[in-house]
């Protein structure tokens, strides 16, 4: 069974602090995608990457940063999380050639 | 630019009737793929159709099926018969890009209702 894993459900963070939400998938998929999502604007990208050590900037990447060091874990970093973060963060990961991707539960992130 | 637009962000539709759920999207490339996803209210992003640029028939799942019409640049989603079940969110998506960089962007997404 297909798998991506983020590592909480549920962060508060302080504003200011430095946030790493985690992502790992079992399917062996050259893509991962990090999206946030906010009420009535859909799911905006963020970061992608398309290998180890390889990413691309998505839409609304000011403010994050991420990292890809194995093939199967793609971070997301706040690096001084403010509170127009926000928002639920969701990832997903795709092989080059699949037809779909798959989505991890998300982590609802609140920064006070 | 849009890449991805969803112009109905509520809909309404009686139980066991037909809808179709907007989606319009914009690429310069040839190829791409366009899907459509259901997020129901338990937040999980369920995949249920997909649409290649070079496919030349509609692609069909089940009571889903995904009206292609490439010159128009639109990807209409018609849920037949629809169910309660299918009250959710359910979002437009497009991957797009060359070799191995290939975004995926998703639309603002459309909340279906399915009324008893």
């Known amino acids: 069974d297909v798998k991506v894993t983020q590592s909480s459900r549920y962060l508060v963070k302080r504003t200011g602090e430095k946030v790493f939400l985690e992502c790992v998938q079992d399917m062996d998929h050259e893509n991962m995608f990090w999206y946030r999502q906010d009420p009535g604007l859909g799911l905006r990208l963020i970061y992608f990457?398309?290998?180890?050590?390889?990413?691309e900037k998505g839409d609304i990447p000011e403010g994050y940063s991420v990292s890809r060091e194995k093939k199967e874990r793609f971070s997301l970093i706040l690096e001084s999380a403010s509170t127009n973060q926000t928002s639920m963060y969701l990832c997903?990961?795709?092989?080059?050639?699949?037809?779909?991707?798959?989505f991890g539960q998300g982590t609802r992130l609140t920064v006070v | 630019a849009q890449k991805i637009t969803q112009t109905q962000p509520g809909m309404f539709v009686q139980e066991k009737e037909a809808v179709t759920l907007d989606c319009t999207y914009d690429?310069?490339?040839?190829?791409?793929?366009l899907f459509w996803y259901k997020q129901p209210s338990s937040g999980e992003m369920i995949f249920l159709i997909y649409q290649g640029s070079y496919d030349e028939q509609n692609a069909t799942e089940g009571r889903y099926s995904l009206n292609f019409q490439k010159a128009r640049k639109s990807a209409n989603l018609v849920i037949s018969a629809s169910q309660l079940g299918d009250s959710a969110m359910y979002f437009c998506a497009m991957r797009e890009g060359s070799g191995s960089a290939r975004q995926l962007t998703f639309g603002s997404g459309t909340q279906l209702t399915v009324l008893p």
């Open positions: 690429t310069s490339d040839q190829s791409y793929g």
């Open positions: 990457s398309y290998d180890v050590k390889m990413k």
């Open positions: 997903a990961s795709s092989a080059y050639i699949s037809r779909e991707a798959f």
